[in-house]
């Protein structure tokens, strides 16, 4: 199609709407018929007009009064079959214009100098990335673009080597990371980035144009973080790391030995011992230090958990937490809702989930077992890093339980572990804010979504693992939890300082499992809503139901239907 002159300010005014660029729907822009993206489609999965029109607009900001020979939808690069200029890379298919806007004629022998095969970028696992040619392969991707510190970045070839898995990259495609690059990742990954591709300046531009600007709550909150890290909080207190597991050897050690004379405290010690290897797995498998990486096994040999598993699902509860759709932890429906659903998603049990509320909390570690292994299996298939080792850490774990503890011990305890687990995590975010949309604000949202719980006695201290400080964990969830104490007035003093909406949220114990309790009540007592968001997505970036995360393979007690 030629394209015609658009005038700056109504180009303007589609790049500045809201709905004009969601996610990746409109800076990948390649040769493929048209497919499945974000907005702008009927219920057929045709492009409505006002899509087709915004792809011919962005185009134009994109690449300038040309002749376009496709727009197309966003996710996978399939096999060309026209020669495309330089100015098109990672874009679209473009012909050449001469000078009167005809189309230049193709050189038969390749020889044209305007006239080449187009380029993608190919990284390894140091960030150090090469230009090759595009592949024809439908999962290639030639535009993944990611903000992090203010500055674009091409990661469509860094994807594939990421070494927590492609879906992470692909969840953020058109959005910025900064923050959840810097929690999750070593002072040397957050060197690493910085080697990879930027965007093409069109592109970013676009995407700029797009996304929310910085608020000054993230921007102060990275002030913070630099001070914290420049003044020593994440170096951990050996003395009680060593405590800690000594704790747990001696729960372990005690339930071996009265499992013949005493099995149901046999059973008490070893569900406590279960909950306390849980909560020293999650800070393993969240360090990012010498020690952590160590210990990151620990997990899977104490728990019976897989860290693969535990990061796919674990993190992206971090990253996107209380979205609907998306969060993997509020998805426990048919059993428990959080929220009224739309009638096409209801069940009986909802009207009764109050009074039940305690049945599926025991299942948690049940499932969460089931879909380590299921995870762990499919890992080593797809040759996920240590997979083959992982595999092995859980073995061990079940060759050391079925030798020292009798099925009417472990089994029991198991549930009994589950049970208290759920009474801990579940409550310090299903009483806040849910999100029917992505949260460009991070910061602000983890403020928002999360209370935390103030303990009452030691028991209670040691019991909760940490998790009471729930908001210090989500901001900073590599720092050892040791820290927290400490950290609590500084976010305090951030929140009031800041102006963030509800502040430091914090109840005491039981009131906090009250609260949980009274959400089932009332949600239980509701009518259903229609046009609820569904617990398992709508094909949103990130959402449960597209199954791009390998720990997406239970999704709760959902799946477990």
């Given at each position: ?13 589609f ?6 660029i ?58 060309m079959?026209?020669?495309?200029t ?7 298919v ?10 230049a ?15 993608a ?5 140091d ?11 439908e ?23 990421h ?10 495609d058109?959005?910025?990371?900064t ?33 929310a ?39 372990a ?8 004379s ?31 990486d ?16 535990w ?11 209380n979205?609907?759709?998306v969060?993997?932890d ?22 009764i ?9 025991s ?28 595999l ?75 998790m ?40 005491g ?6 609260m ?16 609820a ?6 094909g949103?970036l ?7 995360s ?12």
């Amino acid at each position: 199609v030629k394209i015609p002159y658009v005038p700056t300010d109504l180009l303007a005014w589609f790049i500045s709407t809201p709905r004009v660029i969601q996610s990746n729907a409109i800076h990948d822009i390649y040769p493929c018929d048209f497919e499945r993206t974000q907005i702008g489609y009927h219920n057929n999965n045709t492009p409505g007009p006002t899509m087709m029109l915004r792809r011919a607009v962005m185009g134009i900001a994109l690449l300038g009064p040309s002749s376009v020979s496709g727009f197309a939808a966003p996710h996978h690069q399939r096999r060309m079959t026209t020669p495309v200029t330089t100015s098109a890379r990672f874009s679209t298919v473009v012909e050449a214009p001469t000078a009167n806007g005809a189309s230049a004629p193709a050189v038969e022998d390749g020889s044209s100098s305007s006239v080449v095969m187009p380029t993608a970028w190919e990284c390894d696992e140091d960030a150090e990335c090469v230009e090759v040619p595009v592949c024809d392969d439908e999962e290639c991707r030639t535009t993944l673009d990611v903000r992090i510190h203010g500055k674009w970045y091409d990661l469509s070839g860094w994807r594939k080597a990421h070494p927590a898995g492609a879906h992470w990259i692909d969840w953020y495609d058109g959005r910025d990371a900064t923050e959840v690059m810097d929690a999750f990742h070593s002072k040397r990954g957050r060197e690493m980035y910085k080697r990879l591709p930027g965007s093409t300046p069109e592109t970013a531009a676009v995407l700029e144009a797009s996304v929310a600007p910085y608020s000054q709550t993230e921007l102060n909150f990275r002030k913070l973080r630099d001070q914290l890290e420049e003044e020593g909080w994440w170096e951990r207190d050996f003395v009680r790391e060593a405590t800690l597991l000594a704790i747990w050897a001696s729960l372990a050690v005690g339930a071996a030995a009265t499992a013949e004379s005493a099995p149901p405290v046999s059973t008490l010690l070893l569900a406590l011992s279960m909950t306390n290897a849980g909560w020293l797995g999650h800070d393993y498998i969240h360090g990012v230090d010498k020690f952590t990486d160590l210990m990151r096994p620990f997990a899977a040999v104490a728990a019976g958990l897989g860290p693969t598993w535990w990061s796919d699902k674990h993190n992206k509860h971090h990253a996107l937490t209380n979205e609907m759709g998306v969060d993997e932890d509020i998805a426990t429906d048919p059993f428990l809702f959080p929220y009224a659903p739309d009638p096409a998603n209801d069940s009986p049990l909802r009207k009764i989930q109050h009074l039940i509320f305690f049945i599926p909390f025991s299942f948690l570690f049940a499932l969460w077992r089931v879909d380590t292994l299921k995870v762990a299996v499919d890992s080593v298939e797809v040759k996920r890093p240590d997979a083959k080792n992982e595999l092995w850490y859980l073995l061990a774990h079940y060759f050391v339980l079925l030798t020292f503890f009798p099925l009417s011990v472990w089994v029991p305890a198991v549930f009994a572990s589950g049970l208290m687990s759920a009474l801990i995590v579940t409550p310090t975010h299903q009483s806040e804010e849910f999100f029917e949309e992505y949260q460009p604000d991070w910061v602000t949202a983890q403020f928002e979504s999360t209370r935390n719980a103030v303990t009452t006695n030691p028991f209670s201290e040691w019991l909760w693992g940490g998790m009471q400080y729930q908001l210090e964990h989500h901001l900073f969830p590599s720092m050892p939890r040791s820290k927290y104490p400490k950290l609590r007035p500084i976010l305090m003093k951030f929140a009031e300082e800041n102006n963030v909406p509800g502040g430091y949220r914090e109840s005491g114990e039981f009131e906090i499992l009250y609260m949980n309790w009274d959400l089932y009540r009332k949600v239980a007592e509701a009518d259903p809503v229609p046009g609820a968001p569904y617990s398992r997505g709508n094909g949103q970036l990130g959402a449960i139901d597209l199954g791009t995360s390998p720990g997406a393979g239970g999704v709760g007690l959902g799946k477990f239907m």
